[in-house]
C-alpha cells in the first residue's frame, strides 16, 4: 500500500527481454546476410508464445534441398529425426521438445549447397506450462483445485500443476454416457453409432485428456478407438486421428463473473458434449474459460491458446476452432475475437453481451437506484411501473420489479471486494479493511488489475466506474413520466461508491487511466477484428426479468457497424424463453452446422479478396435472421429496433439505466463528457429555483452522449502482454519506446 516502488518479478524482467529479443532477432539475421530461402513455422502457437517446452515446427526447403540434406537443429542440437516429410518431400513437420525457458533458436539449414551454406533460423520463446504468457502475473492466493477435478492431489507449494490422464467413455443406445470398461472388443452391447457431420459412421467412444495448463484444469474430448489411439501423430510411425475426429474443433465458454483467485474445479465428465462430440468435432475447454471461476478475460484467452498448443500437438491442427457459450461465455468469445485474433474462427454468443465493462456502468447504476427508490424516496411512490421509465427494463408479470432488481446482487459483486469469493477460497485470505487490508480483493477492478493498473495511493485497482454528469431518468422527465421535482430528487441523492464499494453521497469518479486503458487494451469491445462469422443466438427472458435482455445484441451490433460499415457477419436466432417439447430446430446444432458450412466455403474460396469479404460472401444463404414461435413458425427478417416489426412485436426490446439517461444504444461510454446545464436540452418547464437546484446537483456540466467518451479511442494493438499491472507491451515489439501501451507520466510504477 502507499507509494512503495514495486519491485520486477522475475517473469516481469523476462517478458519485457523477450518482447525486445523477439523483433532483434530479425534484425540481426538480416545483418548477417545470408540468403534465408528456408521457412520456418510453428503450428501449435505463435512463436513468442510457446509453452511446456515444446511445439510443432513446419519446416518448407528450398527448391535446391532435399529432405535428406536438411539439417534442423534446436540450441545447436540435431533434431532432424524429429521431422517427417510431407508427400511432395518439400516440408518437414515434427514435434520439437526439450526448449529451455526463455529464448530459443531453431535452425534450418542444408548440408551441401555449391552456392555455399543456407540457413534459416527461427527463434522461439517459450514459457511453463503454468504460465502465465501475456496475462500478467496471476492472483495470489491460487486455490489448486485439481482433487476436487480428479486430477491429482494439489502441489504442496509452487504453480498449481498435475500430470494429464486419459478416460474412455461411450455414449449407450439409450442415450447415455458410460465409462467404458475395457480398452479392446468386445465392446460394450449397448454402444451406439454415431455419423458425423462428414458421413463416417463410428462407435460413439469419446476420449477424454484431462491435465493442468496455465494453473486451470484443461479438458479435451474427442471421439477415438481405444483399441488403436492416437498417439504421437507427429512423429515416424506414430497414429494420426481415425476417422471419428472430423478435424475440427470446438470450445464452450461459461458464464458468471467471479473474483477468481483460484483454479476452478471440473470433471472429465464436463468434457462429454454430445452435440458436437456426436458430430466428429472435438472439445476442450479450461476451467478459467468460465467467468464465474475467475473473471479475468485475459486469462480464458490465454487458456485457450495453451490448450489449442496442446492439442495440436497432441491430435494435430484443427481446420478451424468454433467459439460457443453464453452470458459471460458471449463476453469472453468477442473479446478474444478482437485481442488475440486467430484462437478462434467463428463464435456462437448465447444470450449476449459485448463485453463486461461496459455494461458494469448500467448495473452499477442498478445498485444505486435501487437503494434510493427502496431507502431514500418513499417506495409506494416509486412502483415497479414507474421505476422501469427510469431504468428502462422491463416489469415482471406480478408488477412488482423490473430487471435492475436482478441485477442488484451483481451491483454489489462487480463494485465491491468482499463479494462473490467460492468457498474454496479461504475468509481468512480475504481482504477485510480492518483486519486484512493486503488479502485478496474480489471486485471487477481487481480480478483484471493487469490491464488497468494500480492506484499508487492505495495499491488496489484503479476503478473505471464513473457517473459524473449522468442524468437518471432524464427521458423519462423529457416524456413527463416522472416530475421535475422527482428528477431533481433522483439525481441530488443517488450518490456512487468508495473505494470499497460502499454507499458515498457523491457520485462517483472514475480513474481516468483506468478508462484510458480500458479502451486501449481492448477491455472494451469496440468492433474492431470482429470479421469473423457469428451466429448470436438467444431465448428471449425479457419478460422474465432475467438479466440477459436482446437489447445488448442491438449495442453490440451499433459498434460492428460504427468499426466496419457492416454487421453481415454477425446472424441473429431468436426463440422463446424455453424450447422444451416445440417443433424448434435445435439451435445448437443449427449453429454448429451453419458454421461448418460457412468455415468450409470460406476455406474453398481462393478469390483473394479480403478475409471480410470472405466471410460475407460465403454465408450461407440459409443462415438469416431469424425468430420462431413457440409453434415452430420461423419469421425470417432483418434485425432492426423497429417496433412494427414481426420479431419485435414477438419479443419487444427494452432499454437500460444509461439509455434513459440519454445515452446510445451502443453503450460504449465509460466516462461521458460533459456540457454546461442548458433548459433548452430540456422538454419541459423548470422555475428559476429548480434551474439553481439542477445547476448545483451538475456543478461540472451534464453528459454529452453525442461526444466519444473521456479517453475513448481505438484498440491499440492486438496481441499484448502485461508484464506489470497498468503496463501492456505488444508481444514482438523491437523494444521501441513507442510500442509501450502507457504515457510516460501515466506509469504505475
Same mark, same amino acid.
Given at each position: 500500500?502507499?507509494?512503495?516502488?514495486?519491485?520486477?518479478?522475475?517473469?516481469?524482467?523476462?517478458?519485457?527481454?523477450?518482447?525486445?529479443?523477439?523483433?532483434?532477432?530479425?534484425?540481426?539475421?538480416?545483418?548477417?546476410?545470408?540468403?534465408?530461402?528456408?521457412?520456418?513455422?510453428?503450428?501449435?502457437?505463435?512463436?513468442?508464445?510457446?509453452?511446456?517446452?515444446?511445439?510443432?515446427?513446419?519446416?518448407?526447403?528450398?527448391?535446391?534441398?532435399?529432405?535428406?540434406?536438411?539439417?534442423?537443429?534446436?540450441?545447436g542440437v540435431d533434431v532432424t529425426s524429429a521431422f517427417v516429410a510431407d508427400a511432395t518431400g518439400r516440408q518437414l513437420t515434427g514435434l520439437i521438445t526439450g526448449m529451455?525457458?526463455?529464448?530459443?533458436?531453431?535452425?534450418?539449414?542444408?548440408?551441401?549447397?555449391?552456392?555455399?551454406?543456407?540457413?534459416?533460423?527461427?527463434?522461439?520463446?517459450?514459457?511453463?506450462?503454468?504460465?502465465?504468457?501475456?496475462?500478467?502475473?496471476?492472483?495470489?492466493?491460487?486455490?489448486?483445485?485439481?482433487?476436487?477435478?480428479?486430477?491429482?492431489?494439489?502441489?504442496?507449494?509452487?504453480?498449481?500443476?498435475?500430470?494429464?490422464?486419459?478416460?474412455?467413455?461411450?455414449?449407450?443406445?439409450?442415450?447415455?454416457?458410460?465409462?467404458?470398461?475395457?480398452?479392446?472388443?468386445?465392446?460394450?452391447?449397448?454402444?451406439?453409432?454415431?455419423?458425423?457431420?462428414?458421413?463416417?459412421?463410428?462407435?460413439?467412444?469419446?476420449?477424454?485428456?484431462?491435465?493442468?495448463?496455465?494453473?486451470?484444469?484443461?479438458?479435451?474430448?474427442?471421439?477415438?478407438?481405444?483399441?488403436?489411439?492416437?498417439?504421437?501423430?507427429?512423429?515416424?510411425?506414430?497414429?494420426?486421428?481415425?476417422?471419428?475426429?472430423?478435424?475440427?474443433?470446438?470450445?464452450?465458454?461459461?458464464?458468471?463473473?467471479?473474483?477468481?483467485?483460484?483454479?476452478?474445479?471440473?470433471?472429465?465428465?464436463?468434457?462429454?458434449?454430445?452435440?458436437?462430440?456426436?458430430?466428429?468435432?472435438?472439445?476442450?475447454?479450461?476451467?478459467?474459460?468460465?467467468?464465474?471461476?475467475?473473471?479475468?478475460?485475459?486469462?480464458?484467452?490465454?487458456t485457450l491458446m495453451m490448450i489449442k498448443e496442446r492439442f495440436i500437438e497432441q491430435f494435430g491442427v484443427p481446420k478451424f476452432t468454433i467459439g460457443s457459450g453464453g452470458?459471460?461465455?458471449?463476453?469472453?468469445?468477442?473479446?478474444?475475437?478482437?485481442?488475440?485474433?486467430?484462437?478462434?474462427?467463428?463464435?456462437?454468443?448465447?444470450?449476449?453481451?459485448?463485453?463486461?465493462?461496459?455494461?458494469?456502468?448500467?448495473?452499477?447504476?442498478?445498485?444505486?437506484?435501487?437503494?434510493?427508490? &427502496?431507502?431514500?424516496? %418513499? *417506495?409506494?411512490?416509486? !412502483?415497479?411501473?414507474? #421505476?422501469?421509465?427510469?431504468?428502462?427494463?422491463? +416489469? @415482471? =408479470?406480478?408488477?412488482?420489479?423490473?430487471?435492475?432488481?436482478?441485477?442488484?446482487?451483481?451491483?454489489?459483486?462487480?463494485?465491491?471486494?468482499?463479494?462473490?469469493?467460492?468457498?474454496?477460497?479461504?475468509? &481468512?485470505?480475504?481482504? %477485510? *479493511?480492518?483486519?486484512? !487490508?493486503?488479502?485478496? #480483493?474480489?471486485?471487477?477492478?481487481?480480478?483484471? +488489475? @493487469? =490491464?488497468f493498473g494500480k492506484d499508487p495511493e492505495t495499491g488496489f485497482a484503479r476503478s473505471g466506474y464513473d457517473n459524473v454528469g449522468v442524468q437518471y431518468g432524464l427521458n423519462?422527465?423529457?416524456?413527463?413520466?416522472?416530475?421535475?421535482?422527482?428528477?431533481?430528487?433522483?439525481?441530488?441523492?443517488?450518490?456512487?461508491?468508495?473505494?470499497?464499494?460502499?454507499?458515498?453521497?457523491?457520485?462517483?469518479?472514475?480513474?481516468?487511466?483506468?478508462?484510458?486503458?480500458?479502451?486501449?487494451?481492448?477491455?472494451?469491445?469496440?468492433?474492431?477484428?470482429?470479421?469473423?462469422?457469428?451466429?448470436?443466438?438467444?431465448?428471449?427472458?425479457?419478460?422474465?426479468?432475467?438479466?440477459?435482455?436482446?437489447?445488448?445484441?442491438?449495442?453490440?451490433?451499433?459498434?460492428?457497424?460504427?468499426?466496419?460499415?457492416?454487421?453481415?457477419?454477425?446472424?441473429?436466432?431468436?426463440?422463446?424463453?424455453?424450447?422444451?417439447?416445440?417443433?424448434?430446430?435445435?439451435?445448437?446444432?443449427?449453429?454448429?452446422?451453419?458454421?461448418?458450412?460457412?468455415?468450409?466455403?470460406?476455406?474453398?474460396?481462393?478469390?483473394?479478396?479480403?478475409?471480410?469479404?470472405?466471410?460475407?460472401?460465403?454465408?450461407?444463404?440459409?443462415?438469416?435472421?431469424?425468430?420462431?414461435?413457440?409453434?415452430?413458425?420461423?419469421?425470417?427478417?432483418?434485425?432492426?429496433?423497429?417496433?412494427?416489426?414481426?420479431?419485435?412485436?414477438?419479443?419487444?426490446?427494452?432499454?437500460?439505466?444509461?439509455?434513459?439517461?440519454?445515452?446510445?444504444?451502443?453503450?460504449?461510454?465509460?466516462?461521458?463528457?460533459?456540457?454546461?446545464?442548458?433548459?433548452?436540452?430540456?422538454?419541459?418547464?423548470?422555475?428559476?429555483?429548480?434551474?439553481?437546484?439542477?445547476?448545483?446537483?451538475?456543478?461540472?456540466?451534464?453528459?454529452?452522449?453525442?461526444?466519444?467518451?473521456?479517453?475513448?479511442?481505438?484498440?491499440?494493438?492486438?496481441?499484448?502482454?502485461?508484464?506489470?499491472?497498468?503496463?501492456?507491451?505488444?508481444?514482438?515489439?523491437?523494444?521501441?519506446?513507442?510500442?509501450?501501451?502507457?504515457?510516460?507520466?501515466?506509469?504505475?510504477?
Amino acid at each position: 500500500m502507499g507509494n512503495a516502488k514495486t519491485t520486477l518479478s522475475a517473469w516481469q524482467k523476462t517478458i519485457i527481454a523477450l518482447t525486445v529479443a523477439i523483433g532483434l532477432a530479425t534484425v540481426s539475421q538480416a545483418k548477417e546476410g545470408f540468403d534465408r530461402d528456408f521457412e520456418i513455422k510453428t503450428l501449435s502457437s505463435r512463436p513468442d508464445t510457446v509453452s511446456g517446452g515444446d511445439a510443432v515446427v513446419q519446416v518448407t526447403l528450398p527448391r535446391y534441398a532435399s529432405a535428406r540434406d536438411v539439417v534442423l537443429e534446436l540450441n545447436g542440437v540435431d533434431v532432424t529425426s524429429a521431422f517427417v516429410a510431407d508427400a511432395t518431400g518439400r516440408q518437414l513437420t515434427g514435434l520439437i521438445t526439450g526448449m529451455a525457458l526463455g529464448k530459443n533458436e531453431l535452425t534450418a539449414r542444408a548440408k551441401y549447397h555449391h552456392g555455399g551454406q543456407h540457413f534459416e533460423k527461427l527463434q522461439l520463446v517459450n514459457y511453463p506450462s503454468y504460465g502465465p504468457v501475456f496475462s500478467g502475473e496471476h492472483q495470489r492466493p491460487w486455490i489448486c483445485e485439481t482433487a476436487a477435478s480428479g486430477v491429482g492431489a494439489p502441489p504442496a507449494e509452487g504453480p498449481c500443476v498435475a500430470p494429464s490422464r486419459t478416460d474412455w467413455f461411450y455414449r449407450t443406445t439409450t442415450g447415455m454416457f458410460q465409462p467404458l470398461p475395457s480398452m479392446t472388443p468386445p465392446f460394450p452391447a449397448d454402444l451406439a453409432q454415431t455419423t458425423t457431420i462428414d458421413g463416417n459412421t463410428v462407435p460413439y467412444i469419446v476420449r477424454v485428456e484431462s491435465g493442468t495448463l496455465d494453473e486451470n484444469i484443461y479438458r479435451i474430448a474427442l471421439l477415438d478407438d481405444p483399441a488403436n489411439p492416437v498417439r504421437n501423430p507427429w512423429s515416424p510411425g506414430g497414429k494420426k486421428p481415425g476417422a471419428g475426429w472430423n478435424g475440427k474443433l470446438t470450445v464452450p465458454f461459461g458464464g458468471g463473473c467471479g473474483p477468481g483467485f483460484r483454479s476452478g474445479s471440473n470433471n472429465a465428465t464436463s468434457a462429454l458434449q454430445n452435440t458436437p462430440l456426436s458430430l466428429g468435432f472435438a472439445v476442450a475447454f479450461g476451467t478459467r474459460n468460465t467467468l464465474g471461476t475467475g473473471c479475468n478475460d485475459l486469462v480464458s484467452a490465454e487458456t485457450l491458446m495453451m490448450i489449442k498448443e496442446r492439442f495440436i500437438e497432441q491430435f494435430g491442427v484443427p481446420k478451424f476452432t468454433i467459439g460457443s457459450g453464453g452470458s459471460g461465455g458471449s463476453m469472453q468469445q468477442r473479446l478474444i475475437v478482437q485481442n488475440y485474433p486467430g484462437l478462434l474462427d467463428a463464435i456462437t454468443p448465447g444470450v449476449s453481451y459485448s463485453d463486461l465493462v461496459s455494461i458494469l456502468p448500467d448495473v452499477v447504476d442498478c445498485g444505486l437506484l435501487n437503494r434510493y427508490f &427502496d431507502t431514500v424516496a %418513499n *417506495p409506494i411512490e416509486w !412502483p415497479a411501473s414507474r #421505476r422501469a421509465k427510469v431504468d428502462g427494463y422491463p +416489469v @415482471n =408479470a406480478a408488477g412488482t420489479n423490473t430487471t435492475c432488481r436482478s441485477w442488484n446482487g451483481f451491483a454489489r459483486t462487480w463494485q465491491t471486494p468482499f463479494n462473490g469469493f467460492s468457498s474454496v477460497v479461504p475468509v &481468512d485470505l480475504r481482504y %477485510n *479493511p480492518e483486519t486484512n !487490508p493486503s488479502g485478496a #480483493r474480489g471486485s471487477f477492478w481487481d480480478g483484471i +488489475v @493487469n =490491464a488497468f493498473g494500480k492506484d499508487p495511493e492505495t495499491g488496489f485497482a484503479r476503478s473505471g466506474y464513473d457517473n459524473v454528469g449522468v442524468q437518471y431518468g432524464l427521458n423519462a422527465l423529457n416524456s413527463g413520466h416522472i416530475s421535475v421535482d422527482e428528477f431533481l430528487d433522483l439525481n441530488e441523492k443517488v450518490g456512487g461508491f468508495d473505494v470499497d464499494g460502499n454507499f458515498v453521497p457523491a457520485r462517483s469518479k472514475g480513474d481516468t487511466i483506468a478508462i484510458r486503458n480500458t479502451y486501449r487494451t481492448g477491455r472494451l469491445i469496440s468492433g474492431e477484428n470482429q470479421i469473423v462469422p457469428t451466429i448470436d443466438t438467444r431465448n428471449y427472458t425479457d419478460a422474465i426479468i432475467d438479466i440477459h435482455t436482446r437489447v445488448r445484441t442491438f449495442a453490440f451490433m451499433e459498434r460492428l457497424v460504427r468499426a466496419n460499415g457492416t454487421r453481415e457477419n454477425q446472424v441473429n436466432w431468436l426463440t422463446p424463453q424455453s424450447t422444451a417439447g416445440t417443433p424448434i430446430p435445435n439451435i445448437a446444432e443449427r449453429a454448429l452446422r451453419a458454421h461448418n458450412e460457412w468455415l468450409d466455403k470460406i476455406a474453398s474460396d481462393d478469390s483473394g479478396r479480403p478475409y471480410a469479404e470472405k466471410v460475407i460472401r460465403n454465408k450461407p444463404a440459409w443462415v438469416t435472421d431469424t425468430c420462431w414461435e413457440s409453434s415452430g413458425v420461423a419469421h425470417e427478417e432483418r434485425f432492426t429496433m423497429n417496433p412494427s416489426a414481426t420479431c419485435n412485436q414477438l419479443f419487444p426490446i427494452f432499454s437500460t439505466v444509461r439509455i434513459q439517461a440519454g445515452g446510445a444504444v451502443a453503450g460504449d461510454i465509460m466516462k461521458c463528457q460533459l456540457k454546461p446545464v442548458r433548459l433548452s436540452d430540456y422538454r419541459v418547464a423548470l422555475t428559476s429555483a429548480q434551474e439553481a437546484r439542477l445547476k448545483s446537483i451538475f456543478p461540472e456540466g451534464v453528459c454529452d452522449f453525442s461526444r466519444p467518451g473521456v479517453q475513448q479511442r481505438p484498440i491499440q494493438d492486438s496481441w499484448l502482454a502485461y508484464p506489470q499491472p497498468g503496463h501492456a507491451v505488444s508481444l514482438g515489439d523491437d523494444g521501441d519506446d513507442r510500442h509501450d501501451r502507457r504515457d510516460g507520466h501515466d506509469r504505475d510504477d
